[in-house]
């Protein structure tokens, strides 16, 4: 493993001139097991980044080299693992004192980066578990992440064809970017974490938790991690992609089709209705949103969205009594967990802290942690449906440079100067999507 930086030598002991190799000998344990080779490097590789930097002293401060500090490690892989993990692969993590730094102040210990500790529980589990509280509840499980058990591919593609994938807990995104990409994030990321100290990490921007580079088979592939916006427990019944923009804004048919569809700017200006959040949590999310697209106008970004995900809570009651019915009753006597609820097997003593049945973190229908959905907002009282809404701006990088330039030029040659065309000026950009969103809330 090797750095260009004297704290990321110190975070991963390392030379400076040449990379670390590893050579693995048998081990019976079976790690990182994933449908796919490149995913179990991921696995592997978040595994041996955090467990390396829990060695190293958290710093006072940042120095401007942690913004260009790299840490990478080369494998040869012989017998560990080997059904699951390939021969020879590179693992390479940027700026890795400046993504834990990160990942603190948006509250994300980097244990629960690493196995985080959230599962769903099905209505039968609620129930049983309902009857020792006398109250309805989400209990609180450890459950594998990012490094033990697989990450989950996702219904959604990007618009250059990047690839989704979630954490097994549904608590984090993983994005295949472009090494463009990565280059923006670096020339960014200075200015990104100072407006993150500055706001306290209280905003509406991409929450990014790590930034990698898998090297499987001489193929290079980039990846950034993120907190998810949408909640790991409370399903999204409906979902958009909004710009402020109106042009050629439509969900294509082949979108539509989809069981999950991503709508856009005129689908829901067609629909007619409106978010409704109530005066109060629309002036703070303004607030927020006014700040964070300020923010953007400076860096010279555009391009970006609101992705805004709707939870229905009488639908996913319905839905609940739906799976229920289905026998999902018997199913769950007859597995492992079910057994563990029963007999009170949860791999703790009763009186732990860390066992689910004396868990504060117990919701009801609609209800979440807002220190772990922490895009959510619900819906006000006198809202026609109750809903929770999770709404955060996503693909911030994006910069107007010369190429989008010359497409806001082509663009408004073809719909004319007025026409609300997603390629404008950062600036134009941004007070046309504060406008947009504004209109929008209620």
């Not at 006014?290 to 969205?305: H, N, P």
């Not at 097997?345 to 220190?371: A, I, K, M, W």
């Amino acid at each position: 493993m090797s750095s260009n930086s004297n704290s990321a030598a110190a975070a991963v002991s390392a030379s400076k001139t040449k990379t670390k190799k590893k050579h693995f000998i048998g081990q019976k344990v079976k790690l990182f097991r994933a449908s796919e080779p490149i995913l179990s490097v991921l696995m592997w590789g978040v595994n041996h980044t955090i467990n390396e930097l829990s060695n190293v002293p958290i710093p006072v401060m940042l120095m401007p080299d942690d913004f260009k500090a790299y840490s990478k490690i080369k494998v040869d892989n012989h017998l560990f693992n080997k059904e699951n993990l390939p021969s020879r692969f590179k693992f390479k993590e940027y700026c890795p004192m400046v993504f834990r730094n990160l990942r603190e102040r948006f509250a994300i210990d980097d244990q629960d980066y690493q196995v985080s500790r959230l599962k769903r529980f099905n209505r039968r589990q609620r129930k049983l578990l309902s009857s020792c509280l006398k109250r309805d509840v989400l209990p609180v499980l450890r459950q594998n992440s990012l490094t033990r058990s697989a990450p989950l591919n996702s219904d959604s593609q990007g618009r250059f064809g990047n690839r989704f994938l979630t954490s097994y807990d549904h608590r984090f995104v993983i994005k295949t970017v472009s090494s463009e990409d990565i280059a923006e994030m670096h020339n960014i990321l200075k200015k990104y974490h100072q407006f993150i100290v500055e706001c306290h990490g209280n905003t509406l921007l991409p929450q990014f938790l790590g930034m990698y580079r898998l090297t499987v088979d001489g193929v290079e592939t980039y990846m950034v991690v993120t907190r998810n916006v949408f909640s790991h427990r409370l399903t999204v019944h409906r979902k958009y992609d909004l710009k402020g923009s109106t042009v050629a804004r439509e969900a294509s048919d082949k979108e539509k089709a989809k069981e999950l569809p991503t709508f856009k700017d005129n689908d829901f200006l067609n629909e007619g209705h409106k978010l409704q959040i109530g005066d109060d949590n629309k002036k703070y999310f303004l607030e927020k949103l006014k700040r964070d697209v300020e923010f953007l106008a400076t860096l010279k970004i555009m391009d970006y969205s609101l992705l805004v995900g709707i939870h229905d809570v009488e639908r996913a009651e319905q839905e609940e009594m739906d799976v229920e019915g289905a026998g999902e009753d018997e199913e769950f006597e007859n597995d492992e967990m079910g057994r563990g609820i029963l007999t009170g097997s949860f791999g703790t003593p009763p009186d732990s802290p860390g066992n689910p049945l004396n868990c504060g973190g117990f919701f009801g229908p609609g209800e979440f942690d807002p220190s772990v959905d922490v895009y959510a907002i619900r819906s006000h009282d006198s809202a026609v449906r109750k809903e929770v809404y999770f709404m955060a701006i996503i693909d911030i990088l994006t910069h107007y440079d010369a190429k989008k330039k010359a497409a806001h030029a082509a663009k408004t040659v073809k719909h004319g100067a007025g026409a609300e065309i997603s390629t404008v000026n950062p600036e134009q950009y941004s007070k046309r999507f504060y406008e947009f969103m504004s209109n929008i809330l209620s």
